[in-house]
DNA sequence: GATATTTTGTACTGTTTCGTACAGAATTAA
DNA sequence: TTAATTCTGTACGAAACAGTACAAAATATC
């Protein structure tokens, strides 16, 4: 609340958030199992101890570090497919503000932290927990969309479209690491948000 | 050629094959940057110098262990794509045998060697390609199959439908890591070949 | 039986890594 | 000025790890 009041001892002089997003870019760039303290250290500006006061160990700066991430997703993607008007043009628009994440230029991509690099450590119990969750969160935020967009729609039918969207995104994370550029997996997105608009139009409802 | 003739030394009693199959299990399990040394040496049987001497160091045995990955999925898995008959059934049959490979139980996941893992660690530049190589080879064969069942679509509608299929199959990895069932995935797996038949059946081609 | 040849694991070195104890720095309160 | 308090990094110990030298084991040849 109040934040006048200067504290007793000697002023903190670190910058959380800043060291928080570096260790982002370094664990969605080389993984979590591959990235070392020290390498944190180096990327963060922080010695080591300083890390561990600021975030504990490893394994809770990677879970913090997907806590970022997602909210940065819910911000400046979600945002877009929630969009009201036409179904494909908010698909469309989300699968291409999620490449803006995943990419940092047309050419090189440090993908989706959690997509990219949950699957490898899912033997860590918080981790798998987390995966789950995106996944889950995912899948959901594409059913309520689109049954807005159809509301007559049967379920069955919502589902098959629901994870058309979703494993698009989640592909992406690996085509984007594999070299694809971001023009290639922007028209995969534009593809499939047509496909699955033609879908939902087409199908009778039973 | 021959083998009947004796070679002059203490006669080798390592089975590579089975120690490599050994291998594909730890890496797709705990991916390639958490495995050991130690860890291979355990599950393999055989020791550290054994190791070096038949497989090379941990990034040559973890591109030969994906070597091996990928030729038990060409064997088991794509001749069900390749079965002519009904698209839809192929890629369901497609589908359900990649499950069989990603699933040990109907609960417990190793998952995908390459879509699993590959990813996290695909700053080796040795292993994005790899990864790319599975990837296209992916879409390849996708196209291929589609094109043979409707030779008709234009190249447009073909790359949609080919997109769905192969991003199916890279999010099973994930999703697979991530909890769900195999018979969760069975379902999705049967949703996305029915959409895409519907796909391929209804659009007109231009 | 002795020697050459090939395979194998024990044991060692140097490096990397994690985690923390502890001392020094920077500030407020007395 | 001194003491109390909070923040920070240097420096240490312990464990894990990669890679290899070397000796022992097991066979063929002589």
Redesign the pocket.
């Known amino acids: 609340m109040r934040e006048l009041k200067?504290?007793?001892?000697?002023?903190?002089?670190?910058d959380a958030d800043a060291a928080m997003r570096a260790v982002v870019e370094l664990f969605r760039s080389k993984g979590y199992a591959a990235v070392?303290?020290?390498e944190l250290s180096e990327v963060t500006g922080?010695?080591?101890?300083?890390l561990?006061?600021s975030f504990g160990?490893?394994l809770s700066m990677y879970l913090r570090a997907i806590d970022v991430f997602g909210e940065q997703v819910v911000e400046s993607a979600v945002p877009k497919l929630q969009d009201d008007g036409d179904l494909e043009v908010a698909l469309t628009n989300f699968f291409s503000e999620m490449l803006n994440i995943y990419y940092r230029d047309d050419d090189i991509a440090p993908g989706c932290l959690v997509f990219g690099t949950a699957p490898s450590n899912a033997d860590e119990a918080e981790i798998q927990s987390r995966l789950s969750f995106s996944i889950e969160q995912v899948d959901q935020l594409m059913r309520a969309r689109m049954q807005k967009a159809f509301p007559a729609r049967g379920s069955a039918q919502l589902d098959s479209a629901v994870h058309i969207a979703s494993n698009t995104l989640i592909a992406f994370s690996a085509r984007a690491k594999s070299g694809a550029t971001k023009s290639e997996l922007l028209e995969i997105g534009a593809q499939s948000a047509h496909a699955i608009c033609t879908l939902l139009q087409g199908e009778r409802a039973d």
């Open positions: 200067r504290k007793r001892g000697r002023p903190p002089t670190i070392s303290l020290d922080l010695s080591r101890p300083s561990y006061r160990n490893k």
